[in-house]
């Protein structure tokens, strides 16, 4: 038929429900001998070996024997800038951006400076098993172009924009509103759609952004409703009190972008740590969603978040946050998310975490009709994980391959405490195995 078929077999993982929602049971998924046939990148068939030979038998054939294969890992926000500077010294949020981050994004007005690191990123994302994330750029359209070129290059299904700052800033990254929101309107009608990628508007927050550019993000916003909104809210105390001092008409911070028609269903906001409960309950009301950056929130000091609370009626993604976040990888992330629950007297469990960077993730940033587990006509983004990675995660796992949900549990637990970017045997993106 001219088409690209394959077909996987080995141990699969994914989650089907909200954890949080429902009984584990009825959310999680473990087939430990299962079949995945994947063709032009689309899950044509998911189940049980036994049950799909028949049909699929004679497919070519990928055993991945005794790994555990889950889907793709999903970042809900990161910024890709900040690659260069990940694990910087001594500073909480403000004069973090002033001392690091600043002055590194004030060289991607270079695009081939910016492609450069726009490759190393997308290499390492997949290297990590992170097969989607929301990403952050600069100010300049040159880094925008370069991370859309690479990600189409790769056929990535991501999300990103141009970021929008016109105060507080080093006078290298003030942009002009106007200018900001063409380059914007232009950006949307090139990227937005365009194969996998999607646009997301991305003001950086309440402080680097005048009311009047917040006003034109509004604006686009109502123009183009299926876009994104992309910003932080509510990361840090100094963060917070600056905020209400720019916009004393507003009684909190999530008011300055209600003002503005920003809070909805493709609304992300990253942190969120410090919400009242007014503002979070109207987030839950507006259907906003909010990334939650574990590494990021301990690195910089800026709290912990709430993630029961938020959870009861929030959509919730994980996300890394590198720069501010300290690590690339969504399992290192996850167990920093355990360690945070822990502190407020909550354990999360392996596949509530699980949940928190696949189908959950996917939920969060709207893409739960096209990635995020193993369903029939989602894109087959997924991941191979090697049980026995490291001298460590031998000896911990050194059992045969789960059987049962219990030791699903337990071993995802092991893996993804003791795991890292040496965990992922495999990357695939629609289908294909790519080099990591
Ligand atoms: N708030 C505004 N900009 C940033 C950023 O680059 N990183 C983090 N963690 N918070 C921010
Ligand atoms: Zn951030």
Known sequence: SGKHAIAIRGAFLDLVNDPFHAPETECVRYLPDGLLVVEDGIIRAFGAYQALQETYGQWPTVEYGDRLILPGLIDCHIHYPQTPVIASYGAQLMEWLDTYTFPAEGKFHDAEYARAIADFFLDELLRNGTTTA??????????????????????????????????????????????????????????????????????????????????????????????????????????????????????????????FGLVGDRSIFAHCIHLSESELERMAAAGGAIAFCPTSNLFLGSGLFPLERAKTDIRVGLATDVGGGSSFSMFYTMTEAYKIAQLQGYSLSAFRALYLATLGAAETLDLQDTIGNFEVGKEADFIVLDRHATPLLALRNAKPLPQTLAEVSEQLFSLMVLGDDRLIHATHIAGQRVGI
């Open 134 to 259: 929301l990403v952050l750029t600069t100010i300049f359209p040159e880094s925008v172009t370069a991370f859309f070129e690479a990600a189409e290059q790769r056929n990535l299904r991501m999300i990103a924009g141009q970021m929008l700052m016109s105060r507080y800033a080093p006078d290298f990254l003030i942009d002009d509103p106007h200018t900001a929101a063409a380059q914007t309107r232009e950006q949307i009608q090139t990227w937005h759609n365009k194969g996998r990628l999607r646009y997301a508007i991305t003001p950086r927050f309440a402080i680097t952004s005048t009311p009047e550019e917040l006003m034109l993000v509004g604006k686009l916003k109502a123009e183009f409703p299926d876009v994104y909104v992309h910003t932080h809210l509510s990361e840090n105390a100094q963060e917070i009190e600056l905020t209400a001092e720019l916009f004393p008409e507003c009684k909190d911070y999530l008011q300055v972008y209600e003002q």
